[in-house]
């Protein structure tokens, strides 16, 4: 029974691992836009700096 118990704990262990490893694949796509925006957002502020210093 002790023996049971522990496979299936080890089973449990492993499922929850895939579970935060390999998510459902529109967690990576909402990262993906994410990740998309705040690169603009850089880009366009590294583009405004380099403006204002040009004026200088």
Request: contains cysteine; proline residues 2%.
């Amino acid at each position: 029974m002790r023996l049971m118990k522990s496979f299936l704990r080890k089973i449990a262990q492993f499922l929850w691992h895939l579970a935060r490893e390999y998510v459902h694949p529109c967690f990576y796509a909402d990262e993906k836009r994410e990740a998309q925006l705040k690169k603009a957002q850089v880009c366009y502020e590294v583009r405004e700096i380099i403006k204002r210093h040009q004026l200088h």
